[in-house]
């Protein structure tokens, strides 16, 4: 069973920055594309970014340039590294494989 559990959310202000994690138990983690998504209160869900089993990433275009994915198979985590932070990026962020979700963690973008 594949359990995915996130971190590093928390309160910021525009412009700041910050990282999350997300660590992955019960699979083969090196096999499987993994994604971000994010959901805002009163939004549908939306896809944040992906990276490959061979590190392609691709993302939004409202993130491009601004966030980075990326994997350590070792540690069978995949981070998202947010810079720039808009108050339109606060939104529960969740990580996603294969059918797996995370119970997601909070972001917060507001002076």
């Known amino acids: 069973q594949v359990q995915l559990v996130e971190s590093g959310g928390g309160l910021v202000q525009p412009g700041g920055s910050l990282r999350l994690s997300c660590v992955a138990s019960?699979?083969?983690?090196?096999?499987?594309?993994v994604a971000w998504f994010r959901q805002s209160p009163g939004k549908e869900r939306e896809w944040v970014a992906t990276?490959?089993?061979?590190?392609?990433?691709n993302y939004a275009e409202s993130v491009k340039g601004r966030f980075t994915i990326s994997r350590d198979n070792a540690r069978n985590t995949v981070y998202l590294q947010m810079n720039s932070l808009k108050p339109e990026d606060t939104a529960i962020y969740s990580c996603?494989?294969?059918?797996?979700w995370g119970k997601g963690t909070l972001v917060t973008v507001s002076a």
């Open positions: 990276i490959t089993t061979g590190y392609t990433t």
């Open positions: 019960g699979t083969i983690f090196s096999r499987y594309n």
């Open positions: 996603n494989l294969r059918a797996s």
